[in-house]
């Protein structure tokens, strides 16, 4: 079984742009869970799908968006971007709610 | 609010034995995960408790005290492969939260 896809990998992008990053969860997983993971933080919880409806939200400002497609692939979009905003944003799936995660290697976001 | 705590960093030495303690106060319990994570890696699944007590897997064991908002990971039979981050992090109501990790470096 394929893992967590997540592209890209890396990213750098500019103050004020904005960035949609891709998540293909493992297949059969319609749970999808957005991590932000910097080395003071640690992982941050920014929101949860599940079958194309945001179940849960933490606490990061409207900038941070998602969505979630009917075939579980999930994205998630960064607006006006600041330098703080640089991190690896982890995807994870699951197959229910209290079932392990599985994560992608994450895309590194580069804030310049 | 949601409060997990770890230590940051421990050492300990190949072959020897580690605790790794994470407290936690969280709005509603419906169980408790470990993670490991290697440097440059996603963290991977460890053990899961939802009920107090014990879950043994080879080297590693978990426990779970839910009355104390207490958990520990023990680690038996250090390898140095086994130097990396572990991530204590609890489903409440309607989440799953982590603490921010402890980073554990073996030493020959």
């Known amino acids: 079984k394929a893992g967590v896809t997540q592209t890209p990998r890396y990213l750098i992008k500019t103050r004020g742009q904005q960035v949609t990053l891709s998540c293909s969860p493992i297949s059969g997983h319609r749970s999808v869970s957005w991590y932000q993971q910097t080395p003071g933080q640690g992982l941050q919880f920014l929101f949860e799908?599940?079958?194309?409806?945001?179940?849960n939200k933490g606490n990061f400002p409207g900038r941070f968006s998602g969505r979630q497609f009917s075939n579980s692939r999930s994205e998630m979009n960064v607006s006006t971007l600041e330098l703080g905003d640089s991190a690896l944003y982890l995807c994870a799936s699951s197959s229910g709610m209290n079932s392990p995660l599985h994560f992608g290697n994450g895309t590194r976001l580069t804030v310049t | 609010g949601q409060n997990i705590d770890q230590p940051t960093e421990m050492t300990a030495t190949e072959g020897a034995i580690v605790q790794i303690n994470c407290t936690y106060q969280t709005s509603g319990f419906n169980g408790l995960f470990w993670y490991q994570q290697h440097a440059g890696e996603a963290p991977t699944f460890l053990s899961y408790?939802?009920?107090?007590g014990l879950e043994e897997k080879g080297r590693f064991s978990s426990f779970l005290s839910r009355s104390k908002g207490y958990s520990y990971l023990l680690l038996k039979e250090l390898q140095m492969k086994d130097s990396a981050s572990y991530l204590c992090?609890?489903?409440?109501?309607?989440?799953?939260?982590f603490g921010a990790g402890t980073r554990l470096t073996v030493k020959p």
């Open positions: 799908y599940f079958s194309e409806t945001q179940r």
């Open positions: 408790n939802v009920l107090d």
């Open positions: 992090a609890v489903i409440g109501n309607n989440d799953m939260r």
